[in-house]
T-cell receptor, first 114, second 113 residues
């Protein structure tokens, strides 16, 4: 399978716990994006990487959120001290280098915070 | 700033009839426009995009979209709907100076047998 993969697909956690999600992009793609999607909404941008460099972060990304892409391949998104409002689908996408290149999305990680 | 509006939360169409899912945009430069489809509990799948050139863009699964600069629209169309087309459809826009797309809220397409 040469598409974008995400792990886990589902995560249920208790408020206050930390969670980490992983995204493996399409291998030749330089750019990697994280989005959050809630019911009835389109994806909302969180952050993106060009290779290993994190180039931009949304104001939605509070200091409880951190993302890494240490070797320019896979990426992780960590949420510390989860809150019920963090419950959402977290989507990862990857693309080649230009802004006209199509973003290809993974299946998403659905987070439920109890 | 860039924004996208999908004015219809839901579109209902009978199988075999033509379908249109509407999208309008607002940007300060040249727009790059995308359509994606999302099936339940799945990520978004790319359908088609307009970057430059011919205003009529053809994409996957028989879908097409027409870029209309004067009306700032990029409506998604298909001549004959299938029940399997039932899904959520998202329009997105990027402008030349940005690498971050803005997505619409999505339109739920329901195709009745």
């Amino acid at each position: 399978d040469t598409g974008v993969s995400q792990d886990p697909r589902h995560k249920i956690t208790k408020r206050g716990q930390n969670v980490t999600f992983r995204c493996d992009p399409i291998s030749e793609h330089n750019r990697l994006y994280w989005y959050r999607q809630t019911l009835g909404q389109g994806p909302e941008f969180l952050t993106y990487f060009q290779n290993e460099a994190q180039l931009e972060k949304s104001r939605l990304l509070s200091d409880r959120f951190s993302a890494e892409r240490p070797k320019g391949s896979f990426s992780t998104l960590e949420i510390q001290r989860t809150e019920q409002g963090d419950s959402a689908m977290y989507l990862c996408a990857s693309s080649l280098s230009t802004n006209t290149d199509t973003q290809y999305f993974g299946p998403g990680t659905r987070l439920t915070v109890l | 700033a860039q924004s996208v509006a999908q004015p219809e939360d839901q579109v209902n169409v009978a199988e075999g009839n033509p379908l249109t899912v509407k999208c309008t945009y607002s940007v300060s430069g040249n727009p790059y426009l995308f359509w994606y489809v999302q099936y339940p509990n799945r990520g978004l799948q790319f359908l088609l995009k307009y970057i430059t050139g011919d205003n009529l863009v053809k994409g996957s699964y028989g879908f097409e979209a027409e870029f209309n600069k004067s009306q700032t629209s990029f409506h998604l169309k298909k001549p004959s709907a299938l029940v399997s087309d039932s899904a959520l459809y998202f329009c997105a826009v990027i402008t030349g100076g940005s690498y971050i797309p803005t997505f619409g809220r999505g339109t739920s397409l329901i195709v009745h047998p």
